[in-house]
């Protein structure tokens, strides 16, 4: 059983940058052909895909957040990190890791066999 936990701040100040961690049990990270995305859901809305990091360490990006965006990975660790810059209120959300074997930027939960549960970050001065 593949299990994903999120890690980082609940709370960061606005023009920070924001840094959450998936540590990653019961799997590798570099286990052929899957994907480890970033995903958030900001309050009242939908889904949204950040970016992803395949299990060779190639990354994907969506393209709004893809000059503030930053993913990379611990094989050591079984970990892969989000590093979210110059953050505003409005990156306030849920945010999500999760496994798949493909990545694109329409989220379909059917996609993703393992989610972490979700850890809540807010933008705030």
């Known amino acids: 059983q593949v299990q994903l936990q999120e890690s980082g701040p609940g709370l960061v100040k606005p023009s920070q940058t924001l840094s959450l961690t998936c540590t990653v049990s019961?799997?590798?990270?570099?286990?052929?052909?899957?994907?480890w995305s970033w995903i958030r859901q900001p309050p009242g809305k939908g889904l949204e895909w950040m970016g992803a990091?395949?299990?060779?360490?190639?990354?994907y990006y969506s393209p709004s957040l893809r000059s503030r965006t930053s993913i990379s990975r611990d094989t050591s660790k079984n970990q892969f990190t989000l590093q979210l810059n110059s953050v505003t209120p409005e990156d306030t959300a849920v945010y999500y890791c999760?496994?798949?074997?493909?990545?694109?930027?329409?989220?379909?939960?059917?996609?993703?066999?393992?989610w972490g549960q979700g850890t809540q970050v807010t933008v705030s001065s």
């Open positions: 990091i395949d299990y060779r360490g190639s990354t």
């Open positions: 999760a496994r798949s074997r493909a990545v694109d930027i329409v989220v379909v939960r059917k996609e993703y066999d393992y």
């Open positions: 019961g799997g590798s990270i570099t286990t052929n052909y899957y994907y």
